[in-house]
């Protein structure tokens, strides 16, 4: 129970690595808000009782935020662990093939979404004394992915808000951290829609040291930690969870567009 009497907001939590987090936190005793734009976080919240609301939110768009954060506050009185987990990727292309529409849907959600979150997350947190914000960020972000430059633009500027806003609040009892997913298997991956883990022989991706996929359980259990008191005197810091991608890095090969 290591997440006992603690309120946490996640966004994303329909499906995926956010559906995983919000079961891996109930499991540990938190109290939940879920949020997600595509409806699903219904379904999730009527799984796991009544220690979760569910949220509809665009966390592109502040209002949106900002009620989500004002739920946790209303329903259970405060705000102690915010996970900014939404995000998509966009669509694989060369830099020069890409579009300034494309730019501005990417940049949104995963950049702007995660700017919204930290900062109405931030002055929740600021009136009850301190808590731990967690951002889902991308192994794109720390060493590149060949294929995901607006992706990976939006992803580093998530990583470099992480370290900045550790030093701003670090003062505050506010602890802020990231988890950077490598390859995950998740409905974003195409066959994962029909398989929930990776089948016998499911392909492998170049690069990947442990010459495996990534399961949501796996992030669940890196924010989790982060999250917990487990992490008290860790601030500012990039996990990657991706199986030694980004030590190993040697660039993902043309093979792999589209995944």
């Not at 979404?113 to 720390?142: C, D, E, P, Y």
């Not at 390859?183 to 994962?192: K, Y």
């Given at each position: 129970?290591r997440l006992k009497n603690k309120v946490a907001v996640i966004t994303g939590a329909g499906s995926g690595m956010g559906r995983a987090m919000a079961e891996a936190f109930a499991a540990e005793g938190a109290r939940l808000v879920l949020a997600d734009i595509s409806g699903a976080q219904?379904?999730?919240?009527?799984?796991?009782?009544?220690?979760?609301?569910?949220?509809?939110?665009?966390?592109?768009?502040?209002?949106?935020?900002?009620?989500?954060?004002?739920?946790?506050?209303?329903?259970?009185?405060?705000?102690?662990?915010?996970?900014?987990?939404?995000?998509?990727?966009?669509?694989?292309?060369?830099?020069?093939?890409?579009?300034?529409?494309?730019?501005?849907?990417?940049?949104?959600?995963?950049?702007?979404?995660?700017?919204?979150?930290?900062?109405?997350?931030?002055?929740?947190?600021?009136?009850?004394?301190?808590?731990?914000?967690?951002?889902?960020?991308?192994?794109?972000?720390?060493?590149?992915?060949?294929?995901?430059?607006?992706?990976?633009?939006?992803?580093?500027?998530?990583?470099?808000?992480?370290?900045?806003?550790?030093?701003?609040?670090?003062?505050?009892?506010?602890?802020?951290?990231?988890?950077?997913?490598?390859?995950?298997?998740?409905?974003?991956?195409?066959?994962?829609?029909?398989?929930?883990?990776?089948?016998?022989?499911?392909?492998?991706?170049?690069?990947?040291?442990?010459?495996?996929?990534?399961?949501?359980?796996?992030?669940?259990?890196?924010?989790?930690?982060?999250?917990?008191?487990?992490?008290?005197?860790?601030?500012?810091?990039?996990?990657?969870?991706?199986?030694?991608?980004?030590?190993?890095?040697?660039?993902?090969?043309?093979?792999?567009?589209?995944?």
């Amino acid at each position: 129970m290591r997440l006992k009497n603690k309120v946490a907001v996640i966004t994303g939590a329909g499906s995926g690595m956010g559906r995983a987090m919000a079961e891996a936190f109930a499991a540990e005793g938190a109290r939940l808000v879920l949020a997600d734009i595509s409806g699903a976080q219904n379904e999730v919240a009527a799984a796991l009782g009544d220690a979760a609301v569910a949220v509809h939110a665009n966390v592109a768009e502040e209002a949106d935020v900002r009620n989500m954060i004002a739920t946790a506050e209303e329903k259970f009185g405060r705000l102690d662990i915010l996970c900014n987990n939404a995000g998509f990727g966009g669509g694989m292309a060369p830099l020069h093939e890409q579009t300034t529409e494309a730019w501005d849907r990417v940049h949104a959600v995963n950049l702007r979404g995660v700017f919204f979150g930290m900062k109405h997350g931030v002055i929740s947190m600021l009136k009850t004394g301190g808590g731990a914000i967690v951002n889902t960020t991308s192994a794109s972000g720390v060493v590149g992915w060949k294929h995901h430059s607006i992706y990976g633009a939006a992803k580093a500027g998530v990583n470099q808000m992480t370290r900045t806003a550790a030093l701003d609040y670090a003062g505050n009892n506010i602890r802020v951290n990231a988890v950077a997913p490598g390859t995950i298997w998740t409905g974003l991956v195409p066959a994962s829609k029909k398989f929930p883990t990776p089948p016998p022989g499911a392909p492998t991706l170049a690069g990947i040291p442990m010459n495996r996929w990534g399961l949501a359980s796996e992030i669940a259990s890196a924010a989790l930690f982060l999250a917990s008191d487990d992490a008290s005197y860790i601030t500012g810091v990039i996990l990657p969870v991706d199986g030694g991608y980004c030590i190993g890095f040697s660039g993902m090969g043309a093979e792999n567009k589209g995944l």
